[in-house]
């Protein structure tokens, strides 16, 4: 059923049992905060059949929830929440990226060493495969939403780039010098010059599907090790 889905998804089941009354009490601010943001549409949309405000919501929230999902180390329910929500919008009809596609394309970039401007949504995908492949290599434990905030917090094309570089200077005694695929995605990454404004919003849904769906540099080629 999409409620549970929903409410498991994106609100960690705190969503349902929290459709009315207080809930500071019961919850951090943040997450308290979204559940009085949302909850309305959510009723609306799964008890009283009006979806007016359902796929706004959806389109403008939950990201936001899967942020928070990471923050506290949810990574594996972040990623369930980022498929449904793309899920929702495609059926809505919303364009969405192709994941495979995407996949495909820069694959094909790095393959051949082709350091032609990215698209911007190249662009973003891109920097989250290189941030969760760069915080993988960390030795804490429990380590990949705490290490994955800090990019949370950066939508601006220039910085992500200095945040990247800082990360991976951090630990690339990690990194084989001879991986090439990964090189090729750094010289790529800071090569990168947007000249086109994009909205934050998408810059982050791109940078979200590119850190927590399958990686790219675990696959691996004949001739490379990471």
Same mark, same amino acid.
């Given at each position: ?56 919501? %959806? ?6 929830? %899967? ?98 570089? %800082? ?60």
């Amino acid at each position: 059923q999409l409620e549970e889905k929903v409410d498991d998804a994106f609100y960690n089941h705190q969503l349902i049992n929290n459709y009315y009354g207080d809930v500071w009490k019961k919850l951090d601010n943040s997450f308290a905060n979204f559940i009085y943001i949302t909850r309305e549409a959510m009723i609306s949309y799964f008890r009283k059949y009006d979806d007016r405000n359902f796929y706004q919501v %959806i389109k403008k929230y939950g990201s936001k929830l %899967i942020i928070e999902h990471i923050k506290k180390d949810r990574v594996f329910k972040a990623g369930l929440a980022l498929n449904l929500k793309l899920s929702l919008l495609d059926n809505k009809g919303d364009k969405i990226m192709d994941i495979k596609k995407m996949q495909k394309k820069i694959l094909n970039h790095l393959s051949i060493s082709n350091y032609q401007n990215l698209e911007t949504e190249e662009f973003y995908y891109l920097c989250g495969q290189v941030a969760r492949y760069l915080i993988n290599q960390s030795k804490q434990n429990d380590k990949t939403g705490s290490l994955l905030e800090p990019f949370l917090k950066i939508n601006e094309s220039q910085r992500l780039k200095e945040i990247i570089k %800082i990360t991976y200077f951090k630990y690339k005694h990690a990194i084989s010098l001879h991986y090439v695929k990964f090189n090729n995605a750094m010289s790529l990454i800071m090569a990168f010059d947007n000249q086109v404004n994009s909205s934050s919003s998408e810059n982050m849904d791109h940078f979200l599907i590119g850190a927590l769906s399958d990686n790219i540099f675990y696959m691996k080629n004949e001739k490379e090790e990471g």
